[in-house]
């Protein structure tokens, strides 16, 4: 995969109860393509890769099992600002990723 695995992304979805993730990373499969797992809010999510759509150093889009797309960029300050903010209890700000980054690791 060319994707970059960094250490927070953030996650456009057809679901509505995702929004970003933290330490994601690919988990290969013996019968599947593999699955795409992440942290998020004290537990982690696993998704059934099904169909690869993008694989990019910035973009990773797939779909999984039930049919959902999910799209993973890294994590920047304008990208939670703008899409996981609005969407995260407290709406907490940031003043760096430093801070951001700290707040993941010690919450998910």
């Known amino acids: 995969m060319l994707f ?3 250490e927070a992304v953030a996650i456009e979805s ?3 109860d995702v929004v970003a993730g933290y330490a994601p990373r690919f988990v290969p499969e013996w019968s599947e393509l593999g699955s795409v797992v992440w942290f998020e809010g004290g537990h982690e999510r696993q998704f059934l ?3 690869l759509l993008v694989d990019q150093p910035d973009e990773l889009k797939f779909r999984d099992g039930a049919g959902h797309v999910h799209t993973l960029r890294p994590m920047t300050l304008k990208l939670y600002d703008r899409q996981v903010r609005p969407r995260t209890v407290g ?3 940031f003043a760096n990723m430093s801070e951001l980054l700290s707040a993941m690791r010690s919450e998910w």
Do not use: G, H, L, N
């Open 4 to 6: 970059c695995w960094p």
């Open 14 to 16: 057809t679901r509505t």
């Open 49 to 51: 890769v099904k169909e």
């Open 91 to 93: 709406r907490p700000t």
